[in-house]
């Protein structure tokens, strides 16, 4: 047995093998699809009544529901907001890219950028032109270790 990949972590042996954003894109529409399912639960619609919600067939809930399959945004936001919830997607820099080697438009510099993102990040809801019903977000038992590794990446 090989001790190449011993003490490194999936993300590393992943990234290696050359699998690692497919991984990533993977689980992402993994717990998307849970989501949606748990919601669908919680309000107990069933997936003939998502499609009548939908104006779609069965098939087409089925495919929202299926990981394996690639969906659109607004397929999602459409479903989404059927079962009272809102898609949230943004774009983070990378844990290896510092933002200062990056260029900014001119007037702007990370600190400018930094009070900007804490100036949105401190809004509550009511505040950044929405309401929020407080909902939290549930996550399958087996993810819980990649989320807690993915919260802990982003406040680094």
């Known amino acids: 047995m090989s001790k190449k990949h011993l003490g490194s972590s999936v993300d590393d042996f992943l990234k290696e ?11 992402i529409k993994e717990v998307v699809a849970w989501q949606l399912a748990q919601a669908m639960k919680e309000r107990k ?18 495919r929202l529901l299926d ?9 999602l936001q459409r479903a989404a907001a059927t079962v009272g919830r809102r898609v949230e ?12 080697q990056n260029k900014f438009p001119d007037g702007w510099d990370e600190a400018r950028v930094q009070r900007v993102l804490a100036h949105y990040e401190n809004q509550s ?4 032109g929405g309401a929020s019903s407080g ?5 399958p038992h087996d993810l819980v270790s990649k989320v807690r590794e993915l919260i802990a990446k982003r406040a680094s």
């Open 45 to 62: 619609i069933s997936k003939n009544r998502m499609a009548t919600l939908l104006k779609t067939s069965r098939t087409q809930v089925d």
């Open 17 to 27: 093998e050359g699998t690692f954003e497919e991984a990533r894109t993977q689980a």
């Open 89 to 100: 997607i943004r774009l983070v820099w990378p844990k290896e890219a510092s933002m200062s």
């Open 135 to 139: 909902t939290m977000m549930n996550v």
């Open 125 to 128: 809801e009511d505040e950044a």
């Open 67 to 75: 990981a394996k399959n690639d969906i659109t945004l607004s397929s």
